[in-house]
Antibody, heavy 121, light 108 residues
């Protein structure tokens, strides 16, 4: 059974850097999946942040691209998110997810439980 | 446009049928996937591709697509179907994902 677990600080200061890690168990991060980050501000909808393949190839949400870096650590079977210059608008539950692409059938079939990150001084 | 638009809320009587729609230009080239999210929980994939259900998803949930509109239908709604539902697809570039605005389904 594949499981994803987010971890990282729950509180980040404005203008600081949000750093989260997603540990993957039950699957290899080098398998044929893309690994994504998705966030959800309190009471609002889902927003895709970006994705990474085990090769290191990345795609980012154009609205966040200038502030985001996603990286992979194959030795630890995990991937990470860094979001720079955060403001209160970045306060959200952050989810990691496994994405598969099969022709034009793309979806996220496994999700982490999510971790709440608050941006506040 | 890379937006996916959903009705904010719908209600359905217990045992009846409800259809949730998702509109966007990217759906002319990509199938939508659908996610069910209950309060305080992570989203769960319920439909992907033309009309595929992951293991464990009841067959009363089904998907369809026509033109720039994808639909999720719940046939014989149950109390446990009450949740927020989000559609998702690649955008027209194929390099990014976009989520729909979400639909809150209430089972009466």
């Amino acid at each position: 059974q594949v499981q994803l677990q987010e971890s990282g600080p729950g509180l980040v200061k404005p203008s600081g850097t949000l750093s989260l890690t997603c540990a993957v168990s039950g699957d290899s991060i080098s398998s044929s999946y893309w690994w994504s980050w998705v966030r959800q501000p309190p009471g609002k909808g889902l927003e895709w942040i970006g994705e990474i393949y085990h090769s290191g190839s990345t795609n980012y949400n154009p609205s966040l691209k200038s502030r985001v870096t996603i990286s992979v650590d194959k030795s630890k079977n995990q991937f990470s998110l860094k979001l720079y210059s955060v403001t209160a608008a970045d306060t959200a539950v952050y989810y990691c997810g496994r994405g598969f692409s099969s022709g034009f059938n793309d979806a996220f079939d496994v999700w982490g439980q999510g971790t709440m990150v608050t941006v506040s001084s | 446009s890379s937006e996916l638009t959903q009705d904010p809320a719908v209600s359905v009587a217990l045992g009846q049928t409800v259809r949730i729609t998702c509109q966007g230009d990217s759906l002319r080239g990509y199938y939508a996937s659908w996610y069910q999210q209950k309060p305080g929980q992570a989203p769960v994939l319920v439909i992907y591709g033309k009309n595929n259900r992951p293991s464990g998803i009841p067959d009363r949930l089904s998907g369809s697509s026509s033109g720039n509109t994808a639909s999720l239908t719940i046939t014989g709604a149950q109390a446990e179907d009450e949740a927020d539902y989000y559609c998702n697809s690649r955008d027209s570039s194929g390099n990014h994902y976009v989520f729909g605005t979400g639909t809150k389904v209430t089972v009466l």
